[in-house]
């Protein structure tokens, strides 16, 4: 939970740093956090000085093929977005952590990945979000 002594926060831009690179992830993935962030939290968002940082890097973006069937084709594909996130709580020095977090989704392969990437990123930065928001403020 959130110490009462905690009021503001700040999420800087988490750079893309992935070999593939994916031109909103970086973007999506910022606001997506600090939208987290304001709307399920009192915390206020403050840019110089916050009580409570979020910073860090996407490091791997891939698509590699998944069940493979007789004739050695794969019948699915798995997008894996990982990324690496620096907490920093300047209120308790003892929450702070770095720790690299990872989802994927699957697909079909005989459909077009082009058209379902975004979805696809949607999907994965919900779940990305999810867990980087419940390590940092709810502490399971």
Known sequence: SISDNVTTFCVYYIKNN??????????NLTEELKTKCLNE???TWKENNP??????SI????????????????????LTIKVDIIYNNGIDESQNFKKTFSH??????????TELEDEL???IIANLVEDIFNTALVNW
Do not use: M, W
């Open 51 to 56: 009580d409570i940082t979020f910073s860090g």
């Open 104 to 113: 994927y989704t699957d697909f079909n392969s005989s459909e077009n990945f």
């Open 121 to 123: 990123n949607s999907i």
């Open 18 to 27: 992935a070999q593939l690179v994916q031109p909103n992830l970086s973007n």
């Open 59 to 78: 490091e791997h973006y891939s698509i590699k093929p998944i069940s493979i069937q007789n004739n050695e084709t794969a019948a699915q594909n798995r």
């Open 41 to 43: 939290t009192n915390l």
